[in-house]
């Protein structure tokens, strides 16, 4: 068993910026893949970014492309989503998903094999 833990949420204003962390713990986390996801009041929820084991594969939505980072640490453990331009429309609560198979998944599919809990993430205008 995986767990992931996200902090890093927070109240700012459009055009700012947050930095989310996702801490694995568990069963070792070598070899997952890492993601985000977000969901916003009365809506589903939806893809954000995703990261290969090494880095070396990375996938955006539209959306956030251009302005949203993926990161990660291996020897922490740790995911990281760079949220720079923030807007109102990226209010949401963000959560971080891991998986054994490949970052494509994660961008296709919600059977995904481990979620955090989520954090909240608002933006005013």
């Known amino acids: 068993q995986v767990q992931l833990v996200e902090s890093g949420g927070g109240l700012v204003q459009a055009g700012g910026s947050l930095r989310l962390s996702c801490a694995a713990s568990g069963r070792t986390f070598s070899g997952y893949a890492g993601g985000w996801f977000r969901q916003a009041p009365g809506k589903e929820r939806e893809f954000v970014a995703a990261i290969s084991w090494s880095g070396g594969s990375i996938y955006y939505a539209n959306s956030v492309k251009g302005r949203f980072t993926i990161s990660r640490d291996n020897a922490k453990n740790t995911v990281y989503l760079q949220m720079n331009s923030l807007k109102p429309e990226d209010t949401a609560v963000y959560y971080c998903?891991?998986?054994?198979?490949?970052?494509?998944?994660?961008?296709?599919?919600?059977?995904?094999?481990?979620w955090g809990q989520g954090t909240q993430v608002t933006v005013s205008s």
């Open positions: 998903a891991a998986d054994s198979r490949s970052p494509l998944v994660l961008r296709a599919t919600k059977q995904i094999d481990y």
